[in-house]
């Protein structure tokens, strides 16, 4: 009875340094990050699946290379054309991990992901999440071109340095930071008087010529004038028809998802004969940017485009459909403008017919 008491004591003994070792091993093994939140998120072993939720997360996980990390996605992802999705076709047979906006913790716990990539969250839904499901929750900020090197090029540098792709972020900041600096180059201090103006911007859903942004990205990157910037605002704007006639500008520019709509504004009680833009043929077509946050590579396409409209000295060697499939290999490593460009037609000056 003795020898069989001493036997089980030994057993346990062994058991339970095996499970100590275990532990300590698993403990060796992690790695503690500090999310953009400021939260201390700790990563067991080697990040071999993951998923992206809310706004832009995928679009950043997609940017680093690491689409085929992906176990899941967002049932938004499955209805959308994003030039990510097409430079990772495998998302379309994804499970769905839940609706827009976060998702759902049991289908997310279903797929089994190693790590919670969530953007536009608060600590105290990073923290719900992570209890709910018992996965690493990073939290991201997504940012924009305008101020990227205090969001959204942290944010690129911290998924570079979890997710094991540091020399892909560092290529892809470059990558970004050459255009910007190119479009800079080529258009700063240029004289012009010309006057632009952007309609038909997206925001929840589409919308016509009067949707506007006073603080619109694409003609801050190129010095653009843009009449709109007199009204003192950040965000998408709604001005009124008459306000449009009195800016008068020589050249509009349409977000190609609200033409349809803007051009039924524009033949309603012939309101193009008052918009000396229109009547002079300098109406131009833009891809779309806005669908789940900003698409930067389209905002760069864009951007390029009008640049090379209203400074065509400075753009007269650039083939615009080569500098897309430039802008997309960047940040996809993949030329998606075909793709783009079969989805929405070209960007392009357009011949208004009523």
């Not at 091993?25 to 990040?47: A, F, H, P, W």
């Not at 680093?64 to 992802?77: A, F, N, S, T, Y």
């Amino acid at each position: 009875m003795q020898r069989y008491s001493i036997l089980f004591l030994c057993w346990v003994f062994i058991t339970f340094n095996a499970c100590s070792y275990q532990e300590s091993e698993s403990s060796e093994n992690s790695i503690e990050y500090t999310d953009m939140l400021g939260r201390k998120v700790s990563i067991n072993g080697k990040i071999e699946k993951i998923v992206g939720l809310k706004a832009g997360s995928l679009r950043l996980i997609s940017y680093l290379d690491c689409g085929r990390k992906v176990v899941g996605v967002e049932e938004i992802e499955k209805r959308s054309r994003k030039p990510y999705n097409f430079a990772n076709p495998l998302y379309d047979s994804l499970p769905v991990i839940g609706p827009i906006h976060g998702g759902d913790p049991e289908l997310i716990s279903s797929v089994n992901p190693d790590l919670i990539i969530m953007s536009y969250c608060t600590r105290t839904e990073a923290d719900r999440l992570q209890k709910q499901t018992g996965i690493p929750v990073l939290a991201i900020r997504y940012g924009d071109l305008e101020t990227s090197d205090q969001t959204l090029f942290p944010a690129l540098q911290l998924l570079g340095k979890v997710l094991s792709k540091e020399m892909r972020a560092k290529s892809l900041i470059q990558g970004i930071d050459s255009l910007i600096e190119d479009l800079e180059m080529k258009t700063k201090g240029i004289n012009s008087n010309e006057t632009v103006y952007m309609g038909g911007l997206s925001s929840r859903g589409a919308h016509g010529l009067f949707s506007t942004e006073p603080d619109y990205i694409i003609f801050q990157l190129i010095h653009a004038n843009n009449c709109a910037s007199v009204i003192d605002s950040k965000k998408i704007i709604y001005i009124d028809k008459e306000q449009l006639i009195q800016w008068n500008p020589d050249k509009i520019f349409i977000d190609i998802n609200g033409y349809s709509i803007a051009k039924e504004e524009l033949s309603s009680d012939n309101y193009y004969e008052y918009l000396k833009a229109v009547q002079s043929g300098n109406l131009y077509l833009l891809h779309p940017y806005n669908w789940y946050s900003t698409n930067f590579a389209t905002v760069l396409v864009n951007a390029y485009y009008v640049a090379s409209v209203l400074y065509p000295e400075q753009f007269s060697n650039m083939d615009i459909k080569a500098k897309e499939d430039e802008i997309y290999r960047i940040f996809l490593s993949e030329p998606v403008g075909e793709q783009m460009n079969a989805l929405y037609g070209d960007v392009r000056r357009e011949d208004f017919d009523q």
